[in-house]
């Protein structure tokens, strides 16, 4: 989802809390361990880079890590079925 706060965007990106098997959504994660797009023998295309949240998990007060290919796409509507 992305918001517009006082002319900044934000976008807030859907995470799976490893500790309570539940989804959440928010603005606060940086991308860490940036190493760009990659591309397999296939052409297919993905991001190596590692998200880290920058405020506790609001599910169960850890911070979490992924690696970019575990977060899902908030456009997608992949988290629905989650739900």
Request: glycine share 6%; with cysteine.
């Amino acid at each position: 989802m992305i918001h517009s706060l006082e002319g900044a965007w934000l976008m807030k990106m859907i995470f799976a809390c490893p500790e309570k098997n539940d989804i959440f959504q928010t603005q606060y994660f940086s991308i860490i361990h940036n190493k760009g797009i990659q591309i397999d023998d296939k052409g297919n295309k993905s991001l190596d880079a590692r998200v880290k949240l920058d405020t506790p998990c609001p599910l169960c007060g850890q911070y979490h890590e992924y690696h970019a290919n575990e977060i899902m796409c908030p456009f997608s509507g992949s988290h629905e079925k989650l739900k």
